[in-house]
């Protein structure tokens, strides 16, 4: 057994945890796009966004329930909107992956920049799944591509954003080792003028390597000092 895997199985917990969301992180790679999956026994196809899905970033959007419209920065019902969300990925701020089922959208995963010199290490992960298709993992592969397109730009922090009833979004950002790192009351207002609270989420690669890298040298320190057998 290898000295890391020994300090994992004795020390469990908080090492065991980190190394544990450092594999799933390792696991996550970019899909070769265009790619297909089976989710509740559809063939969902994702792939790169394109000019041509404008319509289809329409009707997608005009189809939502009011509360998923909550989350979006930009109000997608409007032709504008998505031309200027177009506009981002053709100017390389935004990379956005789509999935399909035969010709309608189905969900999205986005990877914004904002363009501003003090934030070019930041990026924002923004997702959404047909209400239709939620909870059977298309969520989770599009948080995965996301997560892959923000490492291969390179970023060091990434974020989402979402209300604090957004319990699937919660979930799976957790789950590759995001964090709440901060409510905003009040800071997001419907389309009928009630107030939400905002919760961010954030990944720092930089934070979470040093956490790693301190675990493991309190582990090893423990072993040192408790005279263990090597
Ligand atoms: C967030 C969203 C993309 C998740 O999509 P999805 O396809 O339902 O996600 P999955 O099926 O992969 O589920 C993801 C995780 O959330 C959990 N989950 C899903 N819906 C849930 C719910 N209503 N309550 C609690 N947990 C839920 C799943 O069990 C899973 O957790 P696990 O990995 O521990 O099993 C989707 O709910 C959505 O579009 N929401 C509205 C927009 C939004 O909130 N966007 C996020 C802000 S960027």
Redesign the pocket.
Known sequence: MKVGQWLIRLFGGRLGELEELRSVQEEVVLMALPAEREFAGKVVRLREIEPADRDRILSFARALPEH?LL?LRRDITQPEEVDSWLADVASGNYSTVVALVGDELVGYATVAQDGMTWTRHVGE?????APA????????L?IDQAFAIAKTRGLQKIV???TVD????I??FE?LGFRKEAVLRRHVIDRNGELHDLQIMAFDAEEFAQMLLRERIRAAASVETSGAPF
């Open positions: 998923d989350f992960l923004r997702l959404l799944v298709l939620r909870g059977v993992g298309l969520g989770s599009l989402a954003q979402m957004q319990e699937g979004a979930n799976g789950r």
